[in-house]
């Protein structure tokens, strides 16, 4: 291999282009946090604000001397070479943390970003499982709202039986009438309450509250009919749930 080809690959190497450049950013920028980049970024602030004070204090030193040393103060002369090579030094070291802030700064950026595609990516993965839940909520509601489709009818069916073979209560008219404000007092409980009817809490209702209730006196009827005791209570009529409170 040439001394020309070699160095292109160096400098593609350096300069991130080029096979090696998945290397040079696992081995460099992939390993530096952003924490790690900030702390060392701080560091060198402080080492380069400490060389430019300390080089402050040479320069006064050298205007001092530099007379006496042209005037032929040996003493003074080697004191003003000491400052000239600590003048060169610090050129390059200046120069070196230089170099090292922008390459530091470039890579706190690389480590914003990739920590940032990092948190996006777990955003991301949690937004999958939320969606999964949303939609099978979605699936519930909908069969929930059907169910109550469907047990509202059967209840109409069943009342109207229950008035064909003799009872009194409930009339259509109530069932109707306190059946709304049983969906109103379980509408309440949800986010969609401020598109409704509001009712207060002593018309708050529930369906196994009300039914129970007509139950009894239902119950009472049918004892007479059947030539039962009136002071036994059934097993069956058992205490109702009070309505839910509305949020």
């Not at 519930?140 to 109409?156: F, I, P, Q, T, Y």
């Not at 030539?227 to 058992?238: A, V």
Request: charged share 30%; glycine share 8%.
């Amino acid at each position: 291999m040439s001394k020309q080809q070699t160095s292109k690959q160096l400098e593609r190497k350096v300069d991130g282009t080029g096979a090696g450049s998945d290397a040079g950013a696992c081995l460099g920028d992939t390993a530096v946090t952003v924490a790690d980049a900030e702390a060392t970024l701080g560091r060198l602030e402080q080492e380069r604000a400490g060389l430019l004070e300390r080089h402050e204090r040479h320069a006064d030193e050298r205007r001092k001397v530099s007379f006496d040393a042209f005037s032929g103060d040996s003493r003074a002369s080697k004191l003003l070479d000491g400052l000239h090579e600590e003048a060169v030094r610090f050129q390059s070291r200046l120069a070196s943390i230089d170099d090292a802030l922008n390459e530091g700064r470039r890579r706190l950026e690389r480590a914003k970003e990739h920590e940032a595609r990092a948190a996006d990516r777990q955003q991301a993965a949690e937004l999958r499982e939320t969606l999964i839940a949303f939609l099978e909520t979605a699936r519930r509601l909908d069969m929930a709202l059907a169910s109550v489709g469907e047990h509202g009818n059967k209840l109409h069916e069943l009342q109207q039986q229950m008035h064909v073979l003799g009872a009194a209560v409930p009339s259509s008219e109530q069932l109707n009438s306190l059946g709304y404000r049983s969906l109103l007092t379980a509408i309440g409980g949800t986010v969609w309450r401020r598109h409704f009817e509001t009712i207060g809490p002593l018309e708050r209702r529930s369906f196994s509250q009300l039914c129970a209730a007509w139950a009894r006196t239902i119950e009472r009827g049918i004892r007479g009919r059947l030539g039962e005791p009136l002071d036994e209570e059934p097993n069956r009529n058992e205490q109702p749930a009070p309505a839910p409170e509305a949020a």
